[in-house]
């Protein structure tokens, strides 16, 4: 597993569109783990101009022990596609440049070339969850009024959640790489799949009212592994918990797309 | 001798067409072993199958005496048409990825690079190269796990006269070190002189398997010219030769079994011409090769 890691971290990291991608994702995981105070106190001072005194957002408790885990990762998730897109890349490049064959053709097993894909997408998967983690843990000492060891660590689950949503949803680009096998292609066929396809069904099964068609979308199943926390702040119900059927559904998912992926490339000419 | 490669019934088929049918072969240990064909015969499908980039229909094969897999292909250097790698890599950087999947030291990337000559620039990216050196690299990369087999397809494909004479001292010298050799080609000149065996595929099929050094062998055909104007008659009167034919200012005789050059030249002198050129022929690869594909059309008729 170590040896495939390495080989695969050896073809992607010198790739300029490669490190570009991941650098732009780490960047915007910090903007947004480190930005939302600076963002409230700003809007606080423009409440202020407008003689609103009495409104101050910075009251919200974005950082606040245990919560701020469900808040970070329910946000950080919406970048996924920047890591989907590099790599989308590094398979289709694979591809287009042919070295998938040159790679078997060396002594690599098919199944060894796919699986170092994957594990890399797990690696990238636990890179992610583990900065989310150190950018929690510095934000959250700043910021928390109440700092205690079982606070810091009571909802830390969404972590693995997170890392599970984020390692599904790089399967899913992964295996539409396969399928597609032309980089750009393939990104637009991301794109318009999560953009118009799950969009258009979520909107058409929430209208008619059929609820079982949301499980059938994978990226959506993936999405709602960790709900959205902020309607708590004006004070509704919220789920602060990870649901043990969604858990699976998005187990399944993952699951579905690793064998897929697998089977695409094992069976196939190259 | 021990086998080195055995190929059994191996076929693959694309739908109708058959891009390669009941192939047979066995490859010998120190063999340079070439694989000649049209384009579109099934060589590239072969080599391609033998390395376990395409799933045979039918058949078998075994290397090195068993079933083949990753472990018997990390004893292989092979290149597949055109040399591929990664364009934003440095030589030696794609060298090194070779490495890692075949599992052998970093250390023999610098020594390869210097076998091919490649050491000036392999700090620069592939891209960079020229397909001379392009093909170089594809060779380092095959020599990296001091292969038993090296799979040469088409080795000096696209290169200038200078760069395919480059790549044939290259591959001579690898030959003799003892290793074996399978070149995929459709430049006879070139198997011809670097294989000790060959192989000739159309649509697909085995049409004909032998040495190399039996190629010559058969009829000896000599070309005479002389400024004479008898000369066509003279020669016409002789019975040393099977058939005359002629080519512009030259006659071209193909020799009955046990006379030789000497015997035209005594011939001509007794009947008071002198040749001014007289050049004893060998029947090159290209033009067994143009027969062997020719009496298969005619027995297909």
Known sequence: MIRLLKIELKKVWPSRAFRLLSIMYMVAMVIIAMGVMPFLRWMKSKFEDFDLDGIDPTIIPFYEFPDIWQNLTSVAIWFKLLLGFS????????????????????????????LSKIIMAGFLAAASTVTLFVLGLITGLMYSTEISFMLIFEDSFFLLAFFIQLFSFLLFTLLIGVLIKKSIIAMGLLVFWILAVENGFYIYSQVKKIEWIEYLLPIKSINALIHNPFPKYVFMEIQDWVALPELLLVLGYGGLFYWATIRLVVKRDL | MDTVLSIKGLSKHYGKIKALDGLNLEVKKGNVFGILGPNGSGKTTTLGMILDVINPTAGQFEWFGKKSGPATRKRIGAILEHPIFYPYLT??????????????????????????????????????????????????SALLCDPEVMILDEPTNGLDPQGIAEIRDLIISIANSGKTIIIASHLLDEVQKVCTHFCVLQRGKLIYNGLVEDVGKGNLSVEVKADDERLEEVLGACNLHLEMKRELDKYILTMHDGYSAADVNKYLFDHGITAKHLIVKTKSLEKQFLEILKDQEGGKQ
């Open chain 1, 87 to 114: 790599l989308v890349f590094s398979i289709t490049n694979e591809f287009s440049y042919r070295t998938i064959r040159q790679n078997v053709i060396d002594g690599l097993s098919k199944h060894e070339f796919i």
């Open chain 2, 91 to 140: 030589g030696r950087q794609n060298l090194m990825i070779v490495c890692d999947i075949k599992q052998v030291p970093y250390e023999r990337v610098d020594e390869v690079l210097l076998q091919v000559g490649l050491e000036e620039r392999k700090n620069s990216k592939f891209k960079t190269y020229s397909l001379g050196m392009k093909q170089r690299l594809s060779i380092a």
